[in-house]
């Protein structure tokens, strides 16, 4: 502060204001933090504490009850698959962990699956001339602007025709063939310079190796984006999960913890505890990829 | 686009041909989902919209009944004006904000900047059932946190207030969430697009007695058009399609004040069964989006 | 970066060989269907002959018939006697059970039996012609009230009745006994001495210091049946006519019931919660009653209550009438004569054999729909709640356009909130909702 003084007025405003807006985002950061806490501790809570009238910011008692009751509840194979005519069925364990496991499971199949089709699909729409071209990006953008719940009904049939209702494919499919990667990418590979694709086939690569060699590795930062995307859309997709799953094994950690609610009554405690759960796993890939993340989007959207 | 091919001879024809083979077989793995499991259901959904389909009973053509009922519903007039009150509040607010937080984050340090990142990030990460339980919490009117802070600790608010009951105040607390869980992803685009500007253009501008205001809007601004642009155009479509956060907390209450149209869509096709009404409102709603990205899109162009 | 890819990929090979099911094969059902537990049940012969056949049971969470540990033990008397009939059970919740359930249907995948009250199985998916007629397996001593309301208009039993509760009001006994206010009720009987008395237990709770007393929740269809109750008994009017055609609540008597409840002090008008909501705020000391109550309330609630609950009749100046809550099983017609043989198999071993049928009806926590000896023979909290079930009113919940109905009842009390509290304003109010009701239920007819 002794320094104060001497700076010009101008130069004190902008302190100031780096202060100000420092001490501003500190408070909104708190209020982005404290669901995340409360969720937390309030797992920890007993159900006197958890419905009390007045704020318990600390639980009073840490209890592992509510993980108790979500691990106890309902019970599902760790694995089960038919081979041969045979069912292999696994060992029994909480149907959380299950849960928990068809998830990342989900997530990360319609990750890996979009990532794929969807930098062939935008390379294709960036740099090929074809027909129909203009009409299949015009169908893009209309599929996105489209709510996905007028095309459930007519989903769910599909589903059930291809004996795919009640399982995760029902729910990586339709997330593989939202366009949003597609459009993302496509954004991106348009800054590619076509010079770049064109030398590679002059020099007589083959389409698939201009693919593999030149064009995805210019685009992976923008790969990276999809897939952290998709990742995260596919975890948070309740609806559809909720729509397309109902076996007891083959739902996800959401869904899974709304089917253990009682009639009128919440049970708060094995809500916040899955929660608490659920969010870990997103946390770490979150924190693993940050990097990578961000600079993948950028680029991906300053190209745009 | 694609030009009409005018007088090619044999040769060029076929590198044409070859040109479209390739390109669809790299698109062949996209189509089959996309044509599959979103075109068709959406052709569904516009073939269905002229019907008056319902549950257990063969559906009977009405051409345009659907649509003409939708323009006389007052609920769907209320539903819409919601829905852009939200889009016109949110989508600006999450850019501007994002971009002042991005910016002042990023002037941190590096472990500041990634801590508050990930900080703004959270809501999007937790999962929107929990996150909007505990919003729920914080908005009742008989122990909830705002209350609580409000009259008992800093005295502001002489009785409680049910956020979340009264019409005057249920959209904003509706928009307030949404934005907590909108801003993340701009947040992080903004804090990468700073990173990405040019340098030597700012230190130029710098040299040349801009002062930092200038520098920001004159040089930085620009170069982060692509990101705002794809911002806008995202951040649209979640606001148009917001339906977790008003079937979680208030149903539409009260008195239809935080009715969205995709909340009344869900309302009519799954509770009521009106399945064409339903999905000619999903259609009105898909146009109106497509023309505004459309729109986003020629503008940030033009730029 | 790329080991941690490549984990990861080896990780999701690993996992997805693990947790894809790729075929839906008949599986073996979990390892309790072994016949150790099977004392008791050998009266019905095992009829071991049968093909296999395998159904599902789609159920909402009625009492303990959402806790796993507890239907596997019914399933496993089931299977001792049935060995040929595997039973898939998956649960439901109430906020989005329905979804699941029409989207199924919409999709060919309904289940085989589905376990819920008339207002679905008969009123909704009954009348759309998805059920099965199980008149043939209902068994007798069956309470005729019970059967009736399970029944459709062209006599079809769409729901085989398996228990049913009397939906009451609950008081916190004592908050009400610190405020000298339980003179105004009986606690032997459970009813409230008048209209009058009522209100004043009301004021007399209100001037003892609690600023909320309790509340017309209206913050969505949740629970609604507490408010409609509230309002038809303090009145004597009626919601429906006895035909359940028509809703019949726009009367001048409920207009004038309602605008007392407006007018009177620790009464809200709560537009943001629902039933659910309300019974946390009355669990955790917020409310000093709740209008949303049964048995299976208190037994969920029991390890957060702090006093002593009364479970009470809604107040009423002549005998209260309770509105009921029937739940039983529904089978679903999905052209498969063996699935539906084996569901009709299944809901009859349930519900026949008395001491079987004891074991199906307390897993509800509810009462039984006809008479058995020695059901909750060890239950503390039944007889006190049982108290009530003769209260039980007309079931009017399969009255036509009944989901459109419940919308317009809930966002008729918050435009009520909103009037100025005159009979008038409200009456008005409610004529609005019922006209749109009966225009849902016309569409319907």
Partial sequence: MSHYSQLSPEQRRAKLYSIFSCVVICLIAFTFLFPLYWIITGSFKTKTEILSSTPVWVPSEWVMTNYENLMSKRTAPLFDFSLLGYTITGPTIPAALRWLLNTVVMSVSSMLLTCLTAAM????????????????????????????????????????????????????????????????????????????????????????????????????????????????????????QL????????????????????????????????????????IIVFLIFQKYFTKGITMGAVKG | ?????????????????????????????????????????????????????????????????????????????????????????????????????????????????????????????????????????????????????????????????????????????????????????????????????????????????????????????????????????????????????????????????????????YYSAFKLYKYGYGNAMGVILAIIIAILSALQFKAGQEK | ?????????????????????????????????????????????????????????WTYPIGKWTDEATVSALLADFNAAYPNITVKVEYLDYTNGDDKVNTAIEGGQAPDIVMEGPERL???????????????????????????????????????????????????????????ALQYLNEETHTWNSVEDFFKAVQAVYDAGNEYVGTIYCGGQGGDQGTRALITNLSGGTYANAEHTEYTYASQENAEALAKLYAQDGITFDTAIQAADEIQAFVNGTFQMAFCWNIGQEVTNADALSFDVLPMAFPSDTTPSLQGGIWGFGVFDNGDEAKIEAAKTFIKFMTEDDAQYIKAVEATTYAPVRDVEGVYATDELFPEYNLLSPMMGDYYQVTKGWTQARTEWWNMLQRVSATDGSVEAILAEMETAQTAANAAAAAEG
């Avoid at chain 2, 030009?3 to 089959?32: C, D, G, H, S, W």
């Avoid at chain 2, 959406?42 to 319902?54: E, G, H, I, N």
């Avoid at chain 2, 903004?190 to 007695?209: P, T």
């Avoid at chain 3, 090979?13 to 150790?36: F, H, N, R």
């Fill in chain 2, 1 to 265: 686009m694609v030009k009409t091919p005018v007088q090619y001879n044999k040769k060029q024809r076929r590198l044409v041909m070859q040109e479209n083979v390739a390109a669809y077989a790299f698109l062949l793995p996209f189509l089959i989902f996309f044509v599959g499991f979103v075109l068709y259901p959406m052709f569904m959904c516009v073939y269905t919209s002229f019907f008056d389909a319902t549950m257990g009973r063969e559906d009977i053509f009405v051409g345009l009944k659907n649509y003409q009922d939708l323009f006389q519903d007052e609920v769907f007039w209320i539903a819409l004006r919601n829905t852009l009150v939200i889009v016109v509040v949110s989508v600006p607010i999450t850019c501007i904000f994002s971009l002042w937080v991005a910016s002042a984050i990023s002037k941190m340090p590096v472990a500041a900047t990634s801590a508050f990142r990930c900080i703004f990030y959270l809501p999007v990460v937790t999962g929107s059932v929990a996150v909007t339980m505990v919003w729920k919490w914080m908005f009742n009117n008989y122990y909830g946190i705002f209350n609580y802070l409000g009259k008992d600790v800093l005295g502001i608010l002489d009785k409680n207030i049910n956020w979340l009951g009264d019409e005057k105040y249920a959209l904003w607390c509706i928009i307030l969430i949404l934005l907590t869980t909108s801003v993340g992803q701009p947040i992080v685009l903004y804090v990468s697009a700073l990173d990405n500007v040019d340098k030597s253009l700012v230190e130029a501008a710098e040299v040349d007695g801009a002062t930092p205001k200038q520098a920001f809007w004159k040089i930085k601004w620009p170069q982060m058009m692509p990101t705002t642009l794809y911002i806008l155009v995202i951040t649209t479509i979640n606001s148009f399609q917001c339906f977790a956060l008003i079937q979680l907390l208030t149903s539409g209450g009260p008195k239809n004040s935080t009715m969205t149209i995709m909340y009344y869509i």
């Fill in chain 1, 243 to 282: 729509i397309m799953l109902m076996s007891t094994k083959e739902l996800t950690i959401s869904v899974g913890i709304a089917t253990m609610q009682g009639e009128n009554s919440t049970d708060f405690g094995i809500l916040m505890a899955g929660s608490a759960l659920a969010s870990i796993p997103i």
């Fill in chain 1, 121 to 240: 699909a935008g390379y294709a729409l960036a740099k090929k001339r074809f027909y129909g071209r203009t009409i299949l990006f015009s169908l893009i953008v209309c599929a996105m602007a489209l709510p996905k719940q007028v095309i459930l009904i007519p989903l769910v049939r599909e589903m059930s025709a291809l004996e795919l209702y009640d399982t995760i494919w029902s729910v990586i499919i339709p997330i593989v063939g939202w366009p949003f990667g597609v459009f993302l990418l496509k954004q991106f590979a348009e800054g590619i310079p076509t010079e770049m694709v064109e030398a590679c086939r002059i020099d007589g690569a083959s389409e698939w190796r201009t693919f593999t060699d030149v064009m995805f590795p210019m685009i992976k930062p923008g790969v990276g984006a999809c897939a952290i995307f998709t990742f995260i859309n596919s975890w948070n997709d309740y609806f559809m």
């Fill in chain 3, 1 to 57: 970066m790329k080991k941690v890819i490549a984990l990861l990929l080896a990780l999701v090979m690993v996992l997805s060989l693990g947790a894809c099911s790729v075929e839906k094969t008949v599986e073996t059902q979990a390892p309790e269907t072994q016949p150790a537990a099977t004392e008791g049940t050998q009266a019905a012969a095992p009829e071991a002959a049968g093909d296999p056949v395998e159904i599902s049971l």
């Fill in chain 3, 122 to 180: 008969i009123a909704n998916w009954g009348a759309k012609g998805l059920m099965v007629d199980l008149k043939d397996i209902v068994p007798a001593g069956t309470f005729e009230s019970v059967l009736s309301s399970c029944t459709s208009a062209d006599g079809a039993v769409y729901e085989m009745p398996v228990c049913m509760i009397a939906h009451c009001m609950a008081i916190n006994r004592d908050v009400f006994e610190a405020a000298d």
